[in-house]
């Protein structure tokens, strides 16, 4: 015999807790003769370390860059590529390299028992590195058909499209090489780009991990110290100014989608203005609870996920806000990014949306720093714009005491939609006569 029960009523949620002060690891610093900074910091969560090594690669020729970052792991004089691989899972390590407008990025982690030895191989690199032709040609075709595919994608074409909108002729216009220009690039020239820009002055090494900060920089001394060049380190222009100007419309014909993208000014993680407009940036697009993603996603189902983020480089900083939609809803999911822009930039949010901003945004700093790439990551990061992570309470701090107002003036200051630079890459034919009915439409064919 079994009793019914009526069905339990939905559970209130508890109240969040206090926000936990953030509390900044334990760190130390050395710059070594030869002009490389080091910054360890202590994380002893598990028996491993984090190697992060920026070094400043600003206005290098796009296609050898790439490619440097490419085949820099590729063999020295006395070891091939696998060799290479082999000595680093011996240590249960391994060594990545990227490059951006801003850094050459060198990346790794291994056991704390094997530092001294990624460090010995991350300096045969960086020293000795010989780009054989072999390893060039082969990486060189996978580069190819990377950019092929991704030249394919809406979504890189729009983030090319509103790069170049918004930046002009300042080197982070362009950030994609064409594999024409890739398939030019020698090993000759690899390796001259290295002697004259793989050097430690300004560059800026991280280790974070199961470590002693002294004992970590003494080991960085010992295995990078002979590491020298006399190269030189190219300093960006600062961004230009955003310009709003008319829309500007890439045509993709046949496209059942719209990329929709928006650029709206910024500042550094410095200005005092950047905390407030950090909410005022999650209040509208900047994750899950905004605005813009309960109007253009829960309630009308235009886009599967807007998202918008403030991006920091070198030489400045933007807003940027991006959502893919359906072509027949184009011109209303603008209409849509456009009132929620008006309206925070013309009204002050309710306490309760900055409130639940406020704690995500502080949440998100902790978290960022709960792990070990984690915060290797964000150390590397404030580290290349001349930060350290002590800034980071400071700015948790900005944020706890960001009031209303200072969110509602930031808002209307960064966030008028008549700031903003808008891009979409769409059907020209089914798109133009929704978005000419709102803004002056400039259209331009696809590459």
Do not use: C
Not at 256 to 271: E, K, N
Request: glycine share 8%.
């Amino acid at each position: 015999m079994s009793i019914a029960t009526a069905p339990a009523g939905p559970r209130t949620l508890p109240p969040l807790g206090p926000t936990r002060k953030l509390k900044v690891p334990k760190q130390a610093e050395r710059t070594l003769r030869n002009g490389l900074t080091v910054i360890a910091v202590r994380r002893p969560a598990v028996p491993l370390v984090e190697l992060r090594l920026w070094v400043p690669f600003g206005r290098v020729h796009l296609a050898r860059g790439a490619m440097l970052s490419q085949t820099m792991l590729s063999g020295t004089e006395s070891m091939t590529s696998v060799q290479i691989a082999a000595e680093l899972q011996k240590v249960g390590g391994g060594l990545s390299a990227g490059v951006d407008p801003d850094r050459l990025m060198l990346s790794g982690a291994g056991l704390v028992t094997g530092l001294d030895r990624m460090l010995e191989l991350l300096a045969a690199v960086l020293t000795g590195a010989s780009y054989p032709g072999d390893e060039v040609a082969t990486e060189r075709d996978r580069l190819v058909d990377r950019i092929q595919v991704a030249q394919s994608q809406p979504s890189h074409l729009a983030r090319e499209a509103l790069l170049k909108r918004i930046y002009g002729r300042h080197p982070y216009a362009t950030q994609t090489p064409e594999p024409g220009q890739i398939r030019a690039v020698r090993p000759a020239a690899l390796r001259t780009l290295h002697s004259e820009r793989v050097h430690p002055t300004g560059a800026q090494m991280v280790l974070v991990g199961d470590v002693q900060p002294e004992k970590a920089l003494d080991a960085a001394e010992r295995a990078l110290g002979g590491w020298s060049g006399a190269g030189r380190v190219a300093e960006l222009p600062a961004t230009p100014p955003l310009e709003p100007g008319p829309l500007l419309l890439v045509d993709r014909p046949g496209s059942v989608q719209s990329s929709l993208r928006i650029a709206l000014p910024a500042v550094s993680r410095t200005d005092l203005d950047h905390a407030p407009l950090q909410l005022a940036n999650l209040i509208f697009g900047g994750y899950f609870s905004s605005r813009w993603v309960e109007n253009i996603r829960e309630d009308k189902g235009y886009t599967y996920g807007p998202h918008s983020v403030i991006e920091h480089s070198v030489a400045g900083s933007v807003l940027v806000a991006a959502a893919d939609v359906a072509t027949e809803v184009t011109g209303p999911a603008l209409l849509e990014t456009t009132y929620e822009l008006g309206r925070l930039a013309s009204l002050p949010p309710k306490p309760e949306e900055l409130e639940q901003a406020r704690q995500y945004a502080l949440g998100t700093l902790q978290l960022g720093m709960s792990t070990q790439a984690g915060l290797a990551a964000l150390t590397s990061a404030y580290a290349g714009n001349g930060l350290r992570l002590d800034f980071l309470a400071e700015y948790a701090a900005r944020l706890a005491k960001a009031s209303i107002d200072d969110v509602a003036q930031a808002a209307a200051r960064y966030l008028a939609p008549a700031r903003a630079a808008i891009v979409v890459l769409g059907d020209a034919e089914r798109v133009t006569p929704g978005l000419a009915a709102l803004t002056t439409v400039q259209t331009e064919q696809e590459a």
